[in-house]
């Protein structure tokens, strides 16, 4: 009985195994640059991250701990393509010349393809095809050291097996040959759960675009690079949401200048998560009205896009190419933002908390920023709202708690604010005194 008991639950296990999908997601770029150079995969459901090369290749693995022994070591042992359709190439690296074992399992532990070779030190290259249907195990042992892959064979064989050596790289060419595998061939495993958000963030020189992405299927990342860097030289990461494209990072445009002091053009205050002041301004800056719209009139759309800007932009302290939000174009990112568009009207009179998940989903999440309990915060828009809190009469205010988002409408020397709370998963609107100061977020012309 014990004996059919655990038959049974390999069985399921293995079934689980071979049903879970496993996803590549590959890199490439347009606009500004076509090159990436490096991408940050933050899973905002599971709070976990990492960087990888942009020549690289994501791998979502739904389950990693049989592949435990080589994780973080994406280039002591690699697999191409993968899943394969049968046919694939292994590389990996030998330190020391010797005995190496290579061994090919399925999920039962039947041992398919055993391998030994007396290996020089350098880069090795085996190709593997006629690999049947279904999860295999490669273990590659050189000397002490041990590394186990997991192999996905998608189609049936056309071919008898075959796992042959093919190359060896001697080590002086060890460096370069690492290098041009990288550009075509390195995987980097990442473990993922069905439905988990993933923010990518793509870097190019001084470009940096967010992608936000619950993945379905394998497939290519295109980051659209867009220039944007304010005139003291900061480059701000930029994230599409809708049809607009936003800063994904507060303005931080401008001199620092402690709070004690009149806020005068082009000086910002900051402070920090403890509401102490800080000049490396870790949130961004927060301004006074008129320093931010640097003279320029009030302005608003006057109604849904593509009316929702203003008639004539207002640059005030944004990069070149920027603008400052109209009072309606943060109603357009806000309808795009979560389930209830209808929550937010196009007109100057509705004043309250509005919504139902947006302001959740406009909020950062996996970090120390927002206090407890940081309601309903997803970031699945990667806009990545943070609680830059506000100023008053030579004090900073609401640390932790609250996001205050400057807009270009000012009717009557309050103007239009639009703002996120750690306590709720709503958006409030309202108008404030131009004196307070607060964050601000650019929105593409």
């Known amino acids: ?105 399925d999920l039962t532990g039947r041992t398919i393809i055993k391998l030994e070779d007396l290996l020089p030190k350098g880069h090795h290259t085996y190709e593997l095809k006629g690999l049947n249907k279904g999860i295999f195990i490669l273990k590659v042992e050189v000397e002490t050291s041990c590394f186990n892959s997991r192999i996905v064979s998608i189609n049936e064989p056309t071919e008898s097996t075959e796992f042959k050596h093919i190359e060896t790289i001697s080590n002086t060419h060890v460096l370069v040959s690492t290098e041009e595998l990288k550009v075509q061939k390195s995987l980097i495993e990442m473990q993922y759960n069905s439905g988990d ?30 220039p944007c860097t304010d005139a003291n030289g900061n480059n701000y990461s930029i994230v599409k949401i809708g049809n607009q494209w936003w800063m994904a990072e507060n303005l931080n445009a401008g001199t620092y200048a402690p709070i004690v002091t009149p806020q005068v053009s082009g000086t910002k205050f900051c402070m920090n998560v403890n509401g102490q002041a800080d000049p490396n301004c870790p949130m961004g800056g927060l301004y006074e009205w008129e320093n931010m719209m640097q003279g320029a009139s009030q302005c608003n759309g006057t109604g849904a896009p593509p009316n929702d800007r203003c008639t004539t932009p207002v640059k005030g302290l944004c990069p070149t190419g920027w603008h400052i939000p109209s009072h309606y174009e943060w109603t357009t990112l806000e309808r795009n933002a979560g389930s209830n568009p209808n929550a937010f009207p196009y007109d100057m009179s509705t004043i309250s908390l509005l919504g139902t998940d947006e302001g959740g989903n406009l909020k950062e999440t996996c970090t120390t920023y927002w206090w407890a309990p940081n309601a309903g915060a997803t970031n699945s828009s990667g806009f990545s709202g943070l609680p830059g809190g506000d100023t008053w009469n030579g004090v900073f205010e609401d640390f932790g708690q609250s996001a205050y988002f400057w807009t270009s409408t000012e009717p009557l020397f309050f103007a239009w604010v639009h703002a996120l709370n750690y306590s709720l998963t709503l958006v409030g609107r309202s108008s404030y005194a131009i004196e307070s100061g607060f964050s601000v977020r650019c929105v593409k012309d």
Do not use: W
């Open 197 to 226: 958000v993933l923010k990518l963030t793509g870097k190019s020189g001084d470009f940096r675009t967010v992608y936000m992405l619950v993945p379905s299927n394998s497939q290519t990342v295109t980051f659209t690079f867009i």
């Open 1 to 105: 009985m014990k004996s059919k008991v655990l038959t049974l639950i390999f069985g399921i296990t293995t079934s689980f195994l071979l049903q879970a999908q496993n996803y590549q997601i590959d890199f490439t770029g347009t606009g500004a640059s076509t090159n990436v150079d490096f991408v940050k995969v933050e899973n905002l459901t599971q709070c976990t991250n990492l960087e990888l090369n942009g020549t690289d290749i994501l791998h979502l693995v739904a389950e990693t701990g049989i592949n435990a022994e080589n994780s973080g070591k994406a280039t002591e042992i690699n697999i191409y393509p993968n899943p394969t359709s049968g046919h694939c190439f292994v590389n990996f690296e030998s330190y020391s010349s010797g005995k190496t074992t290579l061994k090919l399992y």
